[in-house]
């Protein structure tokens, strides 16, 4: 079991056990029909098949269970799941005997510890489950709720239909783990704004991928759409306009959303560059150029010599220190020179940084603990060198700039990425919490958003959460083809990998 | 010539005055004032002149008042107004339309006219056109010139308009076989296509990946060719459906079963159709093109093509006739026996050309037309004068600029595609490169650019189904539209790129998800369902 990043990150007991016994190489064993996406740490099936009937299988929580019908993590991804796995077919009720013994009638779920069933999901969230398919129980067992959202939904991946069409699983016995603790996806609503809606169909889909953090890069230089409860102006002049603003409640529905999905969001108030939209709503916060000796009208990067610009600083981070309930904001700091101050300043809020890596380039020293976003491509992996060197954790995002597109079939090169190959000591390596496939908006919207990022997002998924020996190209492809269907058919518009067709097609 | 230069960047100042003026393609010829009109949705009416051709029951435009009504206006009601009520000289009430021609019942066709006046002023709000067609033209022109006030008035200004297309086969092109596209996704591109002012429908229908079209005469093709014979097929009822919808919007459908090369699908559903390759002195199991030298592979293709000309009320079909392996035709002793009998030597060329020949005597007795690819061309077979040729590859054999100078030359006439394969993207704004393409920049005289009959926006399937057709297709073909409609001289990119985010997010209004061109936004934004 490979264990990630900050030093308090620790797998818990027993399950620690369990997987440090099953982890070494993921086997999988009569492999039969798997279109498991991303691939669990370990697999063992058998050629024994269970059979369910919408009207006659439930969810449930084990006697023995920290978690009971209280808990709203696991009663509404019951009620998803169960959606998911039957589909248009629910209604169908006149089910064809199933013989007990071949029957699978209910998934039992087991929390083992304190579930964390009203917490948010955290950098150090277990995520780890086992799950046991047979008949007529089978049984889902994690730490927390984290776990079990994500042994869910590789539950709902086993079970297919059969040339009769009956709801079928193999027996199974599943130990799982992620590889890194942070895998994110980017999105940018300043260039673009996305509606809501769109952001919550993202969050379905990524954890359907088994995504954790949404890093959603709020604001930038074309907008403002943030709107904040301290400076409302920002939002008012900032904005494209009136109907292009997330409002509290807005911003409240996604966090809410996503905590349901086990999903963090992360987010970034990117300054002092990038930041044209803010002077619209924020008086003298800009620093007016000059041309000779006269301002030129335009305006730069926020301006460090007023005193003005710390108080209001100041006020909105803590705002948004409270908005954002995670322990993480981003800074952002990328492409212009970042003024430390401001990473005292959170942590004075009793929060964590991350920084893009021009702030660790240009400063190199930040405080301890502090995480650096790896964006540039030109020699990434020497980036990650000197970064771990230096004892700073890493995200990586240089090589899943996802908003760049080729003809083709780019996610092969995504899925091939080593996020451990550089020269570094094992404890380096364990500075790389994680990675986030980035979707920037300068030619993205609602319109070619969902398309343009799944299933080549997929790949970034799986290499992040699947054990690193798990490379093998056909059958990722096999794997992941099949996988863009069953999004399709969940209603994500994920685009084709290359010819072929699903037996639901989407029509969006 | 210079003279109408300067008159014509003038109009084109002018324009910019108003701000009615974001037409997508851009016309031949505007003028456009400040002075505007107020239309009230409630009781505004499209009508017929009393002098027109054309009169209610005319489908084509019975139809299309229905469409432009909804579009612009939505649901609102019409409700006759009182007689008794004020007519006021700055509202509009009406546009009539005076067809010259009779002919609602047709179908457009390659020599259809498609010019058209339209008329705004204090007299008049007319539209004039010599058929249909060039009234559905003029009525999407209209469409475009209505805006709303931020209190959601509507004007339309006071406006004059001379217009006609630049060339008369400005056609996109999908691909139904690598992926199925549902109907409703193909119906929905021929809306998008009449907002562009496209005509042309090409239907790459089959292809190795599948065989979708449900054939009368031979079911077994779609039964063994399709992705899924029950739900991956368009079935007779669908494809009128097709042919009619596009009709309706004065769009050509121009269905292309390419022969003898991308023919795998074709293979289960008639035995002994595709030629068996060999490795060695044994038949490998997999198959080549179509097999050229059985006369059984003749007598289905007349048959078959039997069928597709009467399905198919467009005078041209497509045939294809593109990338032809010779590795399996090489490989097989019935065929090298075959070329021996005819004399071919080694060279394929002459038995493509024989298969071809063949084909096109076959779809010329049924009185069609017919379209190839290049490579046709480029294999000097032999075809008829009156043939056909699409211009697909960029550089090979030669820069298609050269291309079609010899195409030409030969005297044949010629579609441009090569440079707008719409399924290639990159990151950024390509469209700026494929709106700056000017299909006439070859050397050859003025009766060689006579023969460049327009272009083709293509969408190949290989990479693209209905998950991401649309976003991958809008606005990006809307470039290509302009370039085969406007005026040579409108390429101006930062005026078109105005008008063309202008009209991408028109596009959004009516429920088009196109993407966008670079940051900003609309105010309607595509909403998720």
């Not at chain 2, 394929?348 to 298969?355: A, D, M, N, P, V």
């Amino acid at each position: 079991m490979e264990q990630r990043g900050l030093a308090r990150l620790r797998l818990p007991g027993l399950l620690a056990l369990l997987a440090a016994l099953a982890a070494r190489t993921p086997r999988v064993s009569a492999s039969g029909d798997l279109n498991l996406w991303p691939l669990p740490v370990s697999l063992k099936t058998t050629p024994r098949l269970f059979y369910l009937s919408p009207g006659n299988f439930f969810f449930g929580h084990s006697p023995t269970s920290k978690a009971g019908p209280s808990c709203a993590v696991l009663q509404e991804a019951f009620r998803r799941y169960y959606d998911y796995i039957f589909g248009f077919y629910k209604w169908h009720h006149g089910h064809n005997k199933i013989p007990s013994e071949m029957e699978l009638q209910k998934l039992e779920v087991s929390v083992i510890m304190d579930p964390e069933c009203d917490s948010f999901p955290s950098i150090t969230s277990d995520e780890s489950y086992t799950l046991l398919v047979k008949g007529p129980v089978a049984t889902l067992t994690a730490n927390r709720v984290w776990g079990v959202l994500r042994g869910l939904e590789t539950f709902s991946q086993l079970i297919y239909q059969d040339s009769y069409g009956t709801f079928t699983a193999n027996e199974s016995n599943i130990v799982d783990s992620p590889r890194f603790p942070h895998r994110g996806i980017l999105i940018d609503t300043s260039r673009h704004f996305l509606p809501v809606k769109t952001i919550l169909k993202t969050l379905d889909a990524m954890a359907f991928n088994k995504f954790n953090v949404l890093h959603w890069h709020i604001v930038d230089d074309q907008s403002f759409p943030y709107q904040s409860i301290s400076f409302p102006e920002l939002s008012n002049k900032g904005s494209y306009s009136l109907s292009h603003v997330y409002t509290p409640n807005d911003v409240r529905t996604v966090i809410e959303y996503a905590r349901l999905r086990g999903i963090r969001v992360l987010p970034e108030f990117d300054s002092p560059g990038h930041t044209e939209s803010w002077g619209k709503g924020q008086k003298d916060l800009l620093t007016p150029c000059y041309h000779a000796r006269e301002p030129s009208g335009t305006f730069g990067p926020i301006n460090p010599i007023l005193n003005s610009t710390y108080s209001f600083l100041s006020k909105l981070f803590k705002e948004i220190s409270t908005v954002f309930p995670d322990e993480f904001i981003h800074l952002g700091g990328d492409e212009v020179n970042f003024n430390c101050w401001v990473l005292d300043m959170i942590s004075t809020m009793k929060k964590r940084s991350i920084v893009w890596q021009e702030v660790y380039d240009d400063e190199g020293k930040l405080l301890p603990g502090t995480v650096v976003q790896v964006w540039k491509m030109g020699d990434f992996y020497k980036e990650l060198e000197n970064i771990t060197a230096a004892g700073f954790p890493v995200i990586i995002s240089a090589p899943w700039y996802l908003d760049v597109i080729n003809y083709g079939q780019d996610w092969r090169q995504y899925y091939s990425v080593k996020p451990l190959n550089f020269a570094g000591t094992p404890e380096q390596k364990q500075l790389v919490i994680g990675g986030e496939a980035c979707i920037w908006g300068e030619y993205v919207d609602a319109t070619n958003l969902t398309p343009r990022l799944w299933p080549r997002a997929s790949a970034v998924g799986e290499r992040l959460w699947s054990p690193q020996e798990v490379t093998d190209l056909d059958d990722a492809y096999r794997r992941l083809t099949r996988h863009r269907c069953r999004m399709v058919r969940r209603g994500i518009a994920a685009q084709p990998l290359f010819t072929g067709y699903c037996e639901h097609e989407g029509r969006m | 010539m210079a003279g109408s230069t300067l008159r014509f960047s003038l109009l084109l100042a002018a324009a910019f005055a108003g701000r009615a003026t974001a037409l997508w393609p851009w016309p031949q010829y505007i003028q456009t004032s400040e002075l505007r009109y107020t239309i009230f949705p409630q009781s505004f009416q499209f009508q017929y002149h009393l002098s027109s051709a054309a009169q209610v029951g005319c489908s084509v435009l019975d139809e299309a008042f229905q469409r432009y009504r909804d579009l612009l206006f939505g649901s609102v009601a019409f409700r006759f107004p009182h007689p008794i009520e004020k007519r006021h000289t700055s509202e509009k009430n009406s546009l009539v339309v005076l067809v010259v021609t009779p002919g609602c019942d047709q179908f457009p066709s390659l020599g259809s006219v498609e010019n058209y006046t339209l008329t705004i002023n204090d007299e008049q709000s007319l539209l004039l056109s010599e058929t249909v067609w060039g009234a559905l033209r003029g009525l999407e022109t209209f469409s475009q010139l209505i805006w709303r006030s931020p209190e959601g008035t509507f004007y339309v200004n006071k406006t004059d308009i001379e217009d006609f297309p630049r060339f008369p086969h400005r056609g996109l092109l999908l691909d139904t076989s690598r992926h199925y596209l549902p109907l409703a996704s193909i119906l929905d591109t021929l809306d998008v296509m009449a907002y562009n002012k496209f005509n042309v429908f090409h239907w790459h229908l089959v292809d190795d990946s599948s065989f979708p079209y449900e054939s009368f005469t031979f079911p077994e093709l779609t039964k063994k060719g399709s992705y899924n014979p029950a739900t991956h097929i368009y079935t007779a009822q669908d494809v009128k459906e097709v042919i009619e919808y596009a009709r309706l919007r004065g769009i050509r459908v121009l269905a292309e079963f390419d022969t003898p090369g991308h023919t795998l699908s074709w293979g289960p559903g008639v035995p002994g159709l595709l030629t068996p390759c060999y490795s060695g002195s044994h038949p490998s199991g997999t198959f080549g093109p179509v097999n050229p030298a059985l006369n059984n592979t003749y007598e289905f293709m007349s048959t078959f093509f039997l069928e597709i000309s009467t399905v198919f009320p467009d005078f041209y079909l497509h045939l294809g006739g593109d990338e032809v392996d010779f590795t399996c035709w090489k490989s097989n002793p019935d065929i090298q026996a075959f070329m021996k009998k005819k004399g071919f030597g080694d060279d394929f060329k002459k038995l493509e050309s024989f298969y071809i020949q063949t084909l096109l005597d076959i779809v010329s007795a049924y009185g069609k037309g017919y379209v190839v690819w290049q490579e046709v061309f480029d294999n000097k077979v032999k075809v008829r004068p009156d043939t056909i040729i699409q211009v697909w590859r960029e550089e090979i054999p030669v820069k298609y600029v050269k291309e079609l100078a010899l195409v030409t030359r030969a005297g044949f006439r010629a579609l441009l595609s090569a440079p707008w394969y719409l399924n290639h993207i990159t990151y950024g704004p390509d469209w700026k490169e494929i709106y700056l393409v000017e299909p006439l920049a070859f050397e050859g005289s003025p009766e060689q650019k006579a023969l460049v009959i327009g272009g083709e926006a293509c969408m190949w399937g290989e990479y693209v189904d209905s998950t991401n057709l649309v976003p991958r297709l809008w606005p990006r073909a809307g470039a290509v539209a302009e370039r085969l409609w406007s005026n040579k001289m409108v390429s101006n990119l930062d005026f078109a790129f105005k008008r063309l985010a202008h009209f991408r997010c028109e596009l959004l209004r009516r429920g088009v998800q196109a993407q966008p061109l670079s940051v900003g936004y609309c105010d309607m934004e595509f909403e998720q369902t």
